[in-house]
């Protein structure tokens, strides 16, 4: 009798040990988005940048450094919504601009299936910390209304004071697939100035938050939106209190012996540049580049908790942008550092500067280290690329997996073109090695080009557009058959 138990309590143990072996062998996802990183930010991709950027030179030291990386706008709002849903933004009903606070209407439908739905359909367990910046509704004070948000930032103002923080929100994190959420709704600067944990949030916010107040006295209030605010919020702990929580998730998924997606998006070096304590006067860039470096130093944290754990062999771990830079800290300098590299343009821009960002993927038990993939690929496309790792149903979007690439650095690039969309609604498009942005007149609606050998010219200094009227009929007929499918 006795050895009969023994036999079925260690093959019970044997089983369970065989189930966390088959639940662990999915890999870890994490990917880390930073607000506002230009090409020309990390030290890995401008020897002359004058931030340190120690951890993202290590990650590529020991990954694959994409090296024609784009995001799928050159803004905030619709570059997340395209890495969410691999899908175009301009898909949506947002065509221009982005959300102008958290009480926007939720800009995904529950009815989409984002990369959280298929990651949690595999078994993940899945968050998002940080700026979500994607609209969640909350309730009026009186009724069963949600509050309406400004259609438009009017430099800061009309805030919306009507809103009820006792009772839980909807439309945001929670219901499009992931587990738990922490972070900022709509970003830092926007309303309201507190954290928002799962549905609640953290703290009552009671004070109301003038345009353009610094949360305490001596630090940066550039583009603060006025809002109402929690007790004792700090701009400058933000980072830190991100990285915390980040770290929270991975040990306790990782006690529990089941797989993750870790979705970082954290709100440097977006302005208000407020860097942390340890972070000021790190970088020789003024206080953006102070906030560069606290966004590596985020990188270093989550990268030394993975060693921690013994878990960094099965993760795949992506640092990337969700935009190009802008070029100057908040005091409007730029201390001689070219946040976007050499490519022309920034943040907001169809030129490169906009919209190319730094992109790197360390997956130590299938990418080669100390590797450079020149290939097109863009953020939305990681949906499709987990999609084929875990061998999941095409998500059938606008996305196109580089699961080859990462492989295989020499790999051909499956993307071969891409419509490239930003604040004003305008497009442009890359196709091969060629690229144009149609620039409309608002005097006499005539059109003018920008017309690039990409290949050859990717700081878009040779504007071939007088010279090539066949290649831009040719461009153009393909960018309005995109825009119009």
Known sequence: MKKSLLFFLLLGISINAFSQKEKQSKPNVIFIMADDMGYGDPQCYNSDSKIPTPNMNRLASEGMMFMNAHTASSVCTPSRYSFITGKYAWRSNLKREVLWSTYNDPLIDKSEVTIA???????????????????????????????????????????????????????????????YFFGSGGGHNMEPHVFIENRYTYGLPTIWREKGQPSKEGISASEVHEGWMVEGWDDTEIGPTLTEKSLQFIEE????????????????????????DFAKGKSQAGERGDMVYEFDWSVGQIMEKLEELGIAENTILIVSSDNGATPTSDDGKNYGHNSCGDLKGFKASLNEGGHRVPFIVRWPSEVKPSTQNNGMISLMDIYATLSEVLG??????????????????????????????????????????????????????????????????????????????????????????????
Not at 261 to 267: A, G, K, R, S
Request: glycine fraction near 10%; aromatic fraction near 10%.
């Open 392 to 485: 999941t149903e095409d998500p059938n979007g606008d996305g196109i997996s580089f699961l080859s690439s990462l492989k295989n650095e020499r790999a051909p690039a499956k993307r071969t073109e891409m419509v490239h969309h930003t604040y004003s609604g305008g497009f442009a498009l890359t196709d091969g090695d060629w690229k144009i942005i149609p620039h409309r007149s608002n005097k006499d609606g005539s059109w003018d080009f920008e017309l690039y050998n990409i290949k050859e010219d990717p700081n878009e200094k040779n504007n071939l557009s007088s010279k090539m009227p066949e290649k831009i009929k040719e461009l153009m007929d393909k960018l309005n058959e995109n825009i119009s499918s």
């Open 253 to 276: 998924n990782t006690a529990l012996g089941k797989p993750f997606f870790l979705y970082l998006p954290t709100v440097a070096p977006h302005r208000p540049c407020t860097p942390a």
């Open 117 to 179: 739905d298929m990651l949690k359909d595999q078994g993940y367990a899945t968050a998002v910390v940080g700026k979500w910046h994607l609209g969640i509704n909350f309730l009026k004070n009186q009724g069963f209304g949600y509050v309406q948000a400004k259609d438009w930032h009017e430099q800061g103002l009309k805030g919306t004071r009507d809103v009820n923080f006792m009772n839980p929100s909807y439309g945001g994190p929670n219901d499009l697939g992931f587990d």
